[in-house]
């Protein structure tokens, strides 16, 4: 499919089709202000042809299958330093049934956009777990992180709810 264009579909929960970006992807993505890392349709394009074809996973369109109306992004990456102040951010963990996990784990960050228009909604809880199964399923992924800006309240509550609880040495804290 990715030769050819064609977005994979990662899964299918309840109201969504969670699939792969795609440049046509763009100009919904832009106006939502997802990220800082798309500044055109061929910075799109590139991360799509980079990020899904090397790590098999990455950030992710959410299409309301009722209405086929792009709604948010949500996916995972590899946690790492994205400039942020550090003062910003919250960082919860969520151990899926492993409390211990060891060095060795696979951990992956998971981030969400829902648009505006879509939020409070539960779209957000749906994606990520939908997410995270994912991750469990074709990964192995027993630790999860989201960094969370200390004052967006309702993600970390949504967050919260799928399990996660405040790291216990948040380097952001």
């Known amino acids: 499919r990715r030769h ?59 299409v309301e299958k009722e209405t086929g109306d792009l709604i948010g992004v949500a996916g995972l990456k590899v946690p790492e330093e994205d400039g942020k102040e550090e003062q910003e951010l919250v960082k919860l963990e969520l151990f899926n049934g492993r409390e211990n996990a060891g060095d060795g784990e696979v951990v992956l960050e998971l981030g969400y956009h829902i648009f505006p228009e879509y939020r409070r909604k539960g779209y957000a809880k749906e994606a990520c777990r939908a997410a995270i199964e994912y991750a469990e399923e074709e ?35």
């Not at 939502?32 to 790590?55: D, W």
């Open 4 to 62: 050819l264009g064609l977005p994979w579909r990662i899964c299918e929960t309840r109201r969504l089709l969670v699939r792969e970006m795609t440049g046509d992807d763009f100009d919904e993505v832009w106006a939502n202000q997802v990220g800082r890392g798309f500044g055109s349709v061929e910075e799109l394009e590139a991360y799509t042809k980079h990020q899904y074809t090397f790590y098999e996973f990455g950030f992710w369109a959410l």
């Open 139 to 173: 990964f192995g992924t027993a630790q999860f992180i989201v960094r969370i800006g200390k004052e967006n309240i309702v993600s970390k509550k949504m967050a919260e709810s799928l399990g996660f609880v405040k790291a216990e040495e948040d380097p952001f804290d």
